[in-house]
């Protein structure tokens, strides 16, 4: 079968040949910001707001790509375009961008010394079976022990991969229901985000969603803040508890891969309110107009295919 592309320093490779050594300090150290979009029919979805907030990042942490963002892009959209071809019916794809601070061995020089960056960029098929089950029964949500890291010891906007808080609240998310998705509270107790997604409640018709102070600012959080107001929806950003997804009326999640997830269960509790519910359904519906593909339908037949060539 043909192989997919890749991009890793200055070079189209096979995917087989899309490596990173084991001294960049990308491994060693988690040294890495990165950002993710996906396609919609093969176009890339608000592919500019990603990259600026990629490159928010790299000027956060001192790192330079050796491109401007104009030039990351264009290589974005020349690998989708490489690709295409191997795009299946219905599928689409996620496309991620990654910078590490570069290849050096251990104790080499210091971090402030000036080393080439790493800088790749990959594409891969959505995982559509993952969640399809979730629009139609909604997805389970736990809140586990381990906290999000605090605005004082790493600054939650920066999108990176020193994430070993969200693998911990992956175990313990399971632990307690193998299928929930965790979503984490920051040292006050109050909601804060998902590994992969922004938060959300319905309380009275209004959409609650926590404040950007400890989370990362996601894209699609942007966009279901602006399809609720085309959809005259209000909406509150504000300090949320548990006790605020326990006694909600809808909940959902929403990132870039599966762009609105209804929530059916938080900690094992069921929510009171129809799954999914009326709003989430309106923000789904939006969604889809916007980009002429039915998300979920897409979801459901892709998932299909792929259980019908297993």
């Given at each position: 079968m043909?192989?997919?592309?890749?991009?890793?320093?200055?070079?189209?490779?096979?995917?087989?040949?899309?490596?990173?050594?084991?001294f960049d300090r990308?491994?060693?150290?988690?040294?890495?910001?990165?950002?993710?979009?996906?396609t919609f029919n093969g176009k890339p979805f608000r592919l500019r707001e990603h990259m600026k907030r990629l490159y928010r990042s790299l000027t956060f942490v001192r790192t330079d790509p050796g491109m401007p963002l104009e030039e990351m892009e264009r290589l974005s959209l020349e690998l989708l375009e490489r690709n295409e071809p191997l795009r299946q019916e219905g599928e689409d794809y996620m496309i991620e961008q990654f910078v590490t601070r570069g290849y050096t061995r251990p104790a080499a020089v210091k971090i402030s010394d000036p080393i080439p960056a790493t800088v790749g960029i990959f594409v891969y098929p959505l995982p559509f079976h993952a969640y399809t089950n979730d629009y139609v029964n909604g997805a389970h949500v736990?809140?586990?022990?381990?906290?999000?890291y605090p605005t004082q010891a790493l600054e939650p906007k920066l999108k990176h991969y020193s994430r070993m808080n969200f693998s911990m609240a992956e175990l313990e998310s399971a632990d307690v229901d193998p299928d929930a998705h965790p979503v984490l509270l920051d040292l006050d107790g109050n909601i804060t985000e998902s590994p992969v997604a922004n938060f959300f409640?319905?309380?009275?018709?209004?959409i609650r969603t926590p404040d950007d102070r400890d989370l990362l600012v996601g894209i699609s959080r942007q966009v279901v803040l602006e399809l609720a107001e085309q959809l005259g929806i209000p909406t509150s950003e504000e300090d949320?508890?548990?006790?605020d997804a326990y006694t909600a009326d809808e909940a959902f999640l929403a990132n870039s891969l599966y762009c609105v997830?209804?929530?059916g269960r938080v900690d094992n509790r069921g929510l009171r309110g129809d799954v999914p519910g009326p709003i989430t359904q309106?923000?789904?519906?939006?969604?889809s107009e916007?980009?002429?593909?039915?998300i979920v339908d897409q979801a459901i037949h892709s998932s299909r295919r792929l259980s019908e060539n297993s």
């Open positions: 043909a192989e997919r592309i890749a991009y890793l320093n200055g070079e189209f490779v096979p995917e087989s040949e899309f490596k990173v050594h084991v990308g491994f060693t150290r988690g040294d890495t910001v990165f950002d993710v979009a996906r736990v809140f586990p022990n381990t906290r999000s409640v319905v309380t009275n018709g209004v949320l508890q548990p006790y997830l209804p929530v309106k923000l789904l519906a939006a969604w916007m980009v002429g593909t039915d």
